[in-house]
């Protein structure tokens, strides 16, 4: 009777499921570094401020400084809102883009938000935004980069391997999180 070959298999497998993971893992290796420092910047919105100077607005009624605004503006459409946050400024609300018109000045402050193109895309991916099967599809990924780590701690044999140097490697990676995660929860 053949012996099973579970080495082969592994190897066989390790590889496979690799070649099938390898555009999820880049796509939630560059979600995960855009995400991770999102104190730093907007990782989906590229935002962006500038200001431009209009003749002064003196009008109080509604319309009139909708109308002007656009005009000074050139601007091609209605707002979707109009608010007037103190007597002294108004603002008109585009997709995308704000307005904030300082009345007596003319000083116009234009702050936009653009979708930061296929980063957004990752990061709505990496975060499970559109939910359904896009849930189970992330699950699976998951489940095989917990086998793709575990089977590749038998790929090698010998002073390579697991037993050989490999498990000098698999401790180092074991105590980062374990440390880290110490000192975070009781030492900091």
């Known amino acids: 009777m053949t012996q099973f070959k579970w080495r082969r298999w592994n ?4 590889r496979d499921i690799g070649y099938l993971s390898v555009a999820l893992v880049i796509i939630y290796g560059i979600s995960g570094l855009a995400v991770n420092h999102m104190a ?12 431009v100077s209009i003749e002064p607005i003196e009008s109080t009624e509604k319309d009139t ?6 005009k000074q503006l ?17 603002q008109l609300f585009y997709p995308g883009t704000t307005y904030s018109i300082d009345l007596p000045t003319g000083n116009v402050l234009i702050e936009s938000n653009n979708r930061r193109m296929v980063l957004f895309e990752m990061n709505q991916l990496h975060l499970n935004a559109p939910k359904g099967l896009w849930t ?5 990924f998951a489940l095989s980069l917990i086998f793709m780590g ?3 701690l038998f790929i090698l044999k010998g002073k390579n391997g697991l037993m050989g140097r490999g498990k ?3 401790m180092v990676g074991s105590a980062i999180p374990i440390l880290y995660w110490i000192w975070y929860q009781y030492l900091q």
């Open 136 to 140: 189970y599809i992330a699950d699976i």
């Open 74 to 90: 050139r601007l091609s459409s209605l707002p979707e809102n109009y608010f007037r946050p103190d007597p002294e400024t108004a």
């Open 168 to 170: 000098w490697f698999v």
């Open 65 to 70: 400084i909708i109308a002007r605004a656009i």
């Open 150 to 152: 575990i089977s590749g």
């Open 11 to 14: 190897i066989v497998l390790h």
């Open 40 to 51: 730093d910047w907007n990782p989906n919105f590229d935002r962006r401020k500038e200001i």
